[in-house]
């Protein structure tokens, strides 16, 4: 007979938890799964003994007996920049409100780490797999393919999904936060970029759309270090361009860090803002609206998206595909705050 002094040696399992509370291994497994359809007796005692053994579910066993796994998987970029922050948010609230884990990995902006995560996750047999971009490697891609989970890419629009793509246009947007600096008068443009990701070099690639279009020369006019984007990198960034050539009339950043370096570096020399340099942002982080001058920024729904990318993931496993769009355009907003202004006469 098995002693309670020898179940503490090891890892406790159903069959001890059943022991304890002098019930059958099955009845324990149904009160752990339906726990309406035991009586309130019975629970009380099951419970007891799972509080008393500290006993985990044997999750790996119990998605082998019913076929599923409830557990989404999640790529991101990085876990270092805020910008992801809402969207992990909004993707956990809705699964997790439905029954589901979220399992997260981190890419590190690396293709072959993406690749090495869609393997790992689907090797853990996830039911649908959510990834921020639309680059992916040829293998990859096949993977994902040949995968039959729901997969959904977000954060850009791509006319070739490989299931379901939710996002917004970067060049687009890039183009369009180029053109509003243009609009306002000003003619020498800078861009500030740090590591030059896909959906960065997308937003450098509207930017100079615009300048061509408008015939203007930017030739001397990007500035980029190749470091994680923050605000001391945008600091710096800053003082090289004050150091090393004429201040442009307005800075067209990459994201709202660089930009608030930017904006704090300007008030460090004296150069003021707008009056002297107009200065936007991309994200819209919280901190925009709050700095001192507020920082003008190009909004993007990152909430919507994983809300709407965990709501497309459950209604695609419920069977419901012919329901559902291949591309949803979130789209983007340029909100005007203190940071730009018309350029001086």
Known sequence: MLGEADITKRRKTLDDVAKLAKVSPITVSRALRKPDTVSPELRQRIDAAVHKLAYVPNLAASRLASSRSHSIGVIVPTLYNVIFAEYLLALHEVFLESGYQVIVFNSHYSLHE???????????????????????????????????????????????????????????????????????????????????????????????RAMEEANLSYTNLLAHKAERSSIALGSAIMSDVAENSKIPEALFCSDDNLALGALMKCRQLGLHVPEVVSILGFHDLEFAAYSSPSLSSVAIHRREIGKLAAETAINMMAGNPSTIKRQFDLGYEIIARQSTGKAPR
Request: positive net charge; hydrophobic residues 40%.
């Open 114 to 208: 993406e690749e090495k995560a869609i393997r790992t996750l689907l090797g853990q047999r996830v039911e649908a797999i959510i990834i921020v971009g639309i680059d992916h490697t040829p293998m990859a891609r096949r993977l994902l393919q040949k995968s039959k989970v729901p997969v959904i890419e977000t954060f850009e629009l791509t006319d070739d999904p490989i299931n379901i793509n939710i996002g917004l246009s970067q060049s687009q947007a890039g183009y369009d936060a180029t053109k509003f600096l243009i609009d306002l008068g000003h003619r020498r443009i800078g861009f500030v970029i740090g590591n030059l990701d896909v959906r960065a070099a997308a937003r450098l690639s509207g930017y100079r």
